[in-house]
């Protein structure tokens, strides 16, 4: 694969960032907040007013942390502050027992048979949006996916499981949340809590099949009461639902398209194997983890210590705020060859087994990690393919060159990514 350089954030020095800034600056993942030197260090220990600040860029760390003792270091309370704040008290803003009991009535929502609803959607979702982009020639992959993501989980999540043609209430939520300072995350869960107030106000629930998951847990009366859930835990969930679930596929689909629009011969190399469906599929797979090794929706992962722990020999006390930072993880100089260069091949089954364990975790993992992981593939993974059997994807390197990285809630590109739409067949 080519060396281009794939656009990175610019991180201080540790003698430059001013550690004296407010503790709600420190626990942002920024530019000027986060040490260069993490990307070829295990971690990075500071104070705030009132709390040690770990950073852990070390693979078997993350993964005591996220997976093994999941109970040792449980999602922090400032997180869960935020989420509520956000979202109100579905899984986001709530710690413990309330958080497992949600977890384990929202499974419905995020089980096979709806990621199986999700993929067929996808499909039929991204023809019709293809459509419209052959004809606007020129699309801006970040504005363009992101709406895409939102109308899949419109037609599964808030719809009977069919598309139904674009939504202009789906279209106008984008271009209201893209208006948005994205790091302004209660702003903009604001924008998202539209859609699924129109939802409720709009009578639209009444339409769902009984079959689906959002109705199962919602009950005849719409939001007012679910098993195990009170309404406002339900309403509450219904958000950060769409919220996650959009916004993460929908800016990753954005960078594989904008990779895919970069490398003409891996667009070739794909389609050729399109009579192969194993090889087409770990094809796109390959790409789907590249992208999410480059460009993490989440960034870092923020958890509270309960207990010590020893990360690469330097002993944490409990009670330190701990964040696993999946950036400087997936782009550890002493973990990946070329950390900033693009090479899905990494991903092939000969060269995966040498990645060590915790040194990717996209998803996060363990009792906190991503709900809707096996969702969230199910719809990159059709609308990909469906793109690579209509379209080819043109990305001007020169662009490229000039993009820079947004760190934010994701990491957004910071204009727009600019791609060009040719149809591969007639239309
Ligand atoms: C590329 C796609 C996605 C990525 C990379 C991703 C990644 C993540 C990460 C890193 C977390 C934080 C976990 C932690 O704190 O340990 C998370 C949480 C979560 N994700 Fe995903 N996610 C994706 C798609 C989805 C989709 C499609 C859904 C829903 C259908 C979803 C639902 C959730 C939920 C409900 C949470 C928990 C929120 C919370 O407890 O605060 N995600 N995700």
Known sequence: MTDILIPSLDFLSMEDIDWSLPSSELIRFRENT???????????????AYKKLVLIADPAAAHEILVKRTAAFPK???????????????????????????????????????????????????????????????????????????????ATLFGDNQYRGRDIVVADTIDALHKEDKSDFVRSAKVVSQLTQYFLDSGRWKILPLDNPLRAIASERGWESAPGLSAEEVKANALV???????TTGITLAWCGWLLGLHPNLQESIRSQSENDDGERRAVR???????????????VMRHSRESITVAGTEIDAGSML??????????KLLWDKPHCF???????????NIPKGAFMPFSGGDYGCSGMSVAWAEMMAVLTQCLA?????VDPIDALNMKLEAGTCLYPGSALKCRITPIRDF
């Open 34 to 48: 986060r040490p260069v030197e993490l990307l070829e260090q295990p971690l990075f220990l500071t104070q705030s």
């Open 76 to 154: 922090s309370p400032v997180q869960q502050k935020l989420g509520k704040q956000a979202f109100g008290p579905g899984l986001s803003g709530t710690l413990g027992q309330r958080n497992e009991r949600q977890r384990t009535v929202l499974k419905a929502l995020v089980s096979a048979k709806q990621a199986e609803h999700v993929k067929e959607v996808s499909r039929v979702a991204t023809s019709d949006a293809i459509s419209r982009w052959i004809e606007m020639g020129t699309i801006d992959l970040y504005r363009e996916m992101s709406e895409l993501a939102l109308q899949i989980t419109w």
């Open 241 to 247: 639902f769409t919220a996650s679930g959009h916004v």
């Open 286 to 300: 390959n790409l789907i983890y590249e992208s999410l090794r480059l460009f993490p929706p989440g960034t870092e």
């Open 323 to 332: 964040f696993v930072s999946l950036y400087f993880l997936h782009r550890h």
């Open 343 to 353: 090479n899905p091949h990494r991903f092939s089954p000969e060269q995966m087994k």
């Open 390 to 394: 209509d379209i080819t994807l043109e």
